[in-house]
């Protein structure tokens, strides 16, 4: 890998309340390149609050300290608020989970994609315009002119996320934050999604960061798979790999996915150990 387009180093996320503080995230480090990197694991593990976290979208009660962040040689944290936004959006994109709670409703999906353009470069609207069917194009929506013009309300969920995807990579991010964006769509949409995205990843030379539950579908997609339990990285490997994790948690994982190949009766069931929660972090500079 050549030099890192984002290091994390022992990143922790917080949440404070009157009776106690919760850690969600717990002294975790990795680095990106211009590569596809998986972040797995079940619901809670802090792989979200990662991703949000690395684009400072957390706030009060919430609280993160990292002894580095650094994006192409940036001090994220050292940035004001202002500085962060000419990042966000623009050079670090976020696809969200669900494009209903995204996008805008009552604003038409052509108008939503071309402010997202113009927010980052000074254009008329014309160009915005022109950009924003050139995206719809690009993520392989047909008749672009018809859904330039609609509402949220009136396209599917598979078209919702394809339209999200379309909006976050018009600025041309060099890094792409991918929050489970095909949780919510059945597999064939699911498929189509995730090819649209790869070669766009792939033709722009991009980072992705590809956050999910689905470890199958992640070994798949991306070259490196980080896997996250409470908080922590308990294991960092090579995508083909994966097969031959070692960590226990990892392993009954993939123990508990079922495979056409090789049919059982039961699936095994996961059992977790506390031990697990303690452990240092796994350095992921790998």
């Given at each position: 890998m050549n030099k890192p387009l984002l290091e994390v180093e022992d990143l922790r996320v917080r949440f404070h309340s009157k009776r106690k503080t919760v850690e969600a995230v717990r002294g975790i480090s990795f680095s990106v390149g211009r590569e596809r990197i998986g972040i797995v694991g079940e619901s809670g593990s802090g792989k979200s609050m990662t991703g949000r976290a690395i684009l400072r979208l957390i706030r009060e009660p919430g609280e993160v300290q990292a002894r580095k962040i650094l994006f192409?040689?940036?001090?994220?944290?050292?940035?004001?608020?202002?500085?962060?936004?000419?990042?966000?959006?623009?050079?670090?994109?976020?696809?969200?989970?669900?494009?209903k709670f995204s996008l805008n409703p009552v604003m038409k999906v052509g108008h939503?994609?071309?402010?997202?353009?113009?927010?980052?470069?000074?254009?008329?609207?014309?160009?915005?315009?022109?950009?924003?069917l050139e995206m719809l194009e690009a993520v392989q929506i047909r008749n672009p002119e018809r859904v330039y013009d609609?509402?949220?309300?009136?396209?599917?969920?598979?078209?919702?996320?394809?339209?999200?995807?379309?909006?976050?990579?018009?600025?041309?991010?060099?890094?792409?934050?991918?929050?489970?964006?095909?949780?919510?769509?059945?597999?064939?949409?699911?498929?189509?999604?995730?090819?649209i995205m790869d070669k766009l990843v792939r033709d722009r030379g991009m980072g992705l960061i590809f956050i999910s539950h689905d470890l199958n579908l992640v070994s798949s997609f991306c070259d490196r798979v980080?896997?996250?339990?409470?908080?922590?990285?308990?294991?960092?490997?090579?995508?083909?790999?994966?097969q031959q994790a070692k960590h226990p948690y990892t392993r009954g994982l993939l123990a508990a996915m079922p495979h056409i190949s090789s049919p059982c009766e039961?699936?095994?069931?996961?059992?977790?150990?506390?031990?697990?929660?303690?452990?240092?972090?796994v350095d992921a500079f790998i």
């Open positions: 192409d040689g940036i001090d994220l944290q050292s940035l004001s608020e202002k500085e962060m936004r000419a990042i966000r959006g623009h050079r670090i994109s976020l696809v969200m989970q669900d494009p939503q994609i071309g402010e997202a353009y113009r927010v980052h470069n000074r254009s008329s609207k014309a160009e915005a315009k022109k950009r924003a609609s509402y949220p309300h009136e396209v599917s969920g598979g078209m919702g996320q394809r339209i999200m995807i379309a909006m976050m990579l018009i600025p041309e991010p060099d890094l792409l934050i991918a929050d489970e964006p095909t949780s919510a769509l059945d597999v064939t949409v699911q498929m189509r999604v995730l090819q980080i896997i996250m339990y409470g908080g922590r990285i308990v294991e960092t490997c090579k995508a083909d790999e994966l039961r699936l095994s069931v996961l059992e977790r150990d506390p031990k697990w929660q303690e452990e240092a972090s």
